[in-house]
DNA sequence: TTGTATGCGTTATCAC
DNA sequence: GTGATAACGCATACAA
């Protein structure tokens, strides 16, 4: 079954060696065959297919059917985001399954590039497109309006556009059922408002906590933003104190955070897990994993963010209305070392 | 300028609204008019094609052409590498900087699905193909013969395909020279032959050494490789001796092997860099920057050879043969913290 | 200098 | 059941 290259097969070269007409390698090809072609010529054309290797050609067949099976994907930033590549992969990988080719542009943010990646692919004239953000966050100038678009990561404010993201509430109220099921009832978080999610995962946290008739210490970070070392201070703050007053689970809204806390924890002589559980969020490759002891945390669903929003697309280009316009996907929790539960004597 | 996204403009139009011929069109918008068509005319059509915000119809065109103006890019686990973003965003730019749209696909190293993006490449009727990989390698099998190929940070064995790398013995070389320059002449270096770049640099490394009459004292992993623990063994062997035999500098072949030996130090009670300078090598993302102290260390240009190899690509495609079959790269040096002038008691 | 005609490979309509 | 035939939008050889 050698591989030949040379000259890609025509419709009319499948008709011809299977003695059939066009007409009926088309239908036969396209599953058109309405009792229109018989079982014989069928056999014959889907045998001659296969021997030249045939597959149409893309332009003609866009040409005729005014549709490319092309997608694009315009995301901010997300090329040089560390959770990324999953995004793209997961969106690339199920856009295949449908028959799509997923093209990507990335506009490192710049509005002026999102602009010019949205006319780049309506010069395509791709199918649709995805939009996909880094962070999640909502967003307000879509461009390339007219176009069928679904949004990844992101969402509009007026839900105008179907959207796929995380459901952070239900994260949190994940996170807080976690620790209560560990034992813990003095818990902290450290937390902040510097992107969205921050505050919804804290809402859903604390909303947990209280059914169970329990509330955190919160110590909210007004700096510059979920750094390590804003962490630290944090979590300096919080567990430096006797024994009773001292927390013994810290939740932190990010694993930057988290890498923080741990490192404050080690300085005060404190052990993770046995003196202070601490919980992480985002599952951030290459620290999470690496940290000692490895971060116990969530991972944010960016593989199936991206597939979800490719599979909504899909839908609605075969002509199936979105049941709904923002599918919300869970953060699976990733059970490392660094959450057990409360020491014995507390 | 409002955008109107409703049905787009043919030729036809443009020819129309400019009171001209298709065939004038054609000629105008794709420069081939060699003095075929008046001044006048010329204005008109372009007025009209901006007025009505025409672009061609790749299908028809690449129907007509044979050319899909589309480059695939091929990846192993690409996309999910901390670096990878760099490279793909590299390609994706220049590639639109010189009329292409490169779409990619991940085969997640394995080669069942690396055959699989080569045929729904061919099938796509891409203009060429690249080749990308995560680490540098050499790469045996590349499927899709046949079609214009360039390879990305990897290389064929024998030469076969244009290929654009880094310049591992050059960086090697360049890291050497920065702890000479330092004034350090007691040197270790920690490296390993896990992959091939490690003992390329390494030789680099110990050659511009030796032009100086200085050898270094080599610690050789033999683990499975790169990572900060087997980094924090190496150091603390080489570190944990009395000062007159100790080395004022290490560099080490990466910069997980890096972040190892800097908590080696630490535990010795060495202070990086007044007693060691320690030199990394990669320039990974999200450590080598928020290590304490900040590594100095030697980025890989990612980036480059993306736009190096997608630019190689598109010379081959509009003729231009390649001048040599094999491009080298070098690695900036990235200056941070941990490197310094050796103690001045030495 | 401009216009006309043809073919690229499909799909789909419509007589046969 | 099957086989001509038109049309999709563009590029270009050739006629005017």
């Known amino acids: 079954m050698a591989q030949h290259f040379e000259k890609p097969a025509t419709a009319q070269d499948v008709a011809d060696l299977a003695g059939a007409s066009r007409t009926a390698v088309s239908f036969v090809l396209n599953g058109k065959e309405h009792g229109n072609v018989s079982a014989a010529t069928r056999a014959r054309i889907l045998a001659a297919a296969e021997e030249l290797n045939y597959s149409p050609h893309p332009g003609a067949r866009s040409l005729r059917t005014q549709r490319t099976h092309l997608i694009g994907v315009i995301t901010d930033q997300i090329a040089s985001s560390p959770f990324a590549g999953r995004l793209l992969d997961g969106a690339s990988q199920l856009a295949g399954e449908r028959g799509y080719l997923a093209a990507v542009f990335d506009s490192g943010g710049r509005v002026d590039r999102e602009l010019e990646a949205a006319q780049e692919f309506r010069r395509r004239r791709v199918d649709g497109l995805i939009y996909a953000s880094m962070g999640l966050r909502e967003v307000t100038e879509?461009?390339?309006?007219?176009?069928?678009?679904?949004?990844?990561?992101?969402?509009?404010?007026?839900?105008?556009?179907?959207?796929?993201?995380?459901?952070?509430?239900?994260?949190?109220?994940?996170?807080?059922?976690?620790?209560?099921?560990?034992?813990?009832?003095?818990?902290?978080?450290?937390?902040?408002?510097?992107?969205?999610?921050?505050?919804?995962?804290?809402?859903?946290?604390?909303?947990?906590?209280?059914?169970?008739?329990?509330?955190?210490?919160?110590?909210?970070?007004?700096?510059?933003?979920?750094?390590?070392?804003?962490?630290?201070?944090?979590?300096?703050?919080?567990?430096?104190?006797?024994?009773?007053?001292?927390?013994?689970?810290?939740?932190?809204v990010t694993d930057r955070v988290a890498a923080g806390a741990l490192l404050a924890a080690a300085r005060l002589g404190l052990s993770v897990p046995l003196d202070v559980s601490i919980l992480g969020f985002d599952d951030q490759e290459e620290l999470a994993a690496n940290l000692v002891p490895a971060l116990t945390t969530f991972a944010l669903p960016h593989r199936e963010m991206g597939q979800r929003a490719m599979a909504l697309l899909a839908d609605q280009l075969a002509g199936v209305t979105p049941s709904s316009a923002q599918v919300l996907l869970p953060s699976p929790a990733v059970h490392r070392e660094s959450v057990a539960g409360p020491p014995a004597t507390r």
Chains 1, 2 share one sequence.
Do not use: M, Y
Request: hydrophobic share 45%.
């Open 142 to 252: 879509i461009p390339a309006v007219g176009l069928p678009t679904v949004l990844a990561n992101c969402f509009a404010s007026d839900d105008a556009l179907p959207s796929v993201i995380p459901d952070e509430p239900a994260a949190g109220a994940a996170a807080a059922q976690l620790l209560l099921d560990h034992g813990h009832r003095q818990i902290a978080t450290i937390t902040g408002d510097i992107v969205i999610a921050g505050p919804w995962r804290h809402e859903g946290f604390t909303a947990r906590l209280a059914d169970h008739g329990c509330a955190p210490e919160v110590f909210s970070l007004k700096q510059r933003g979920w750094t390590i070392d804003e962490g630290f201070r944090a979590a300096t703050t919080l567990l430096d104190r006797p024994e009773r007053h001292r927390p013994t689970a810290i939740f932190c």
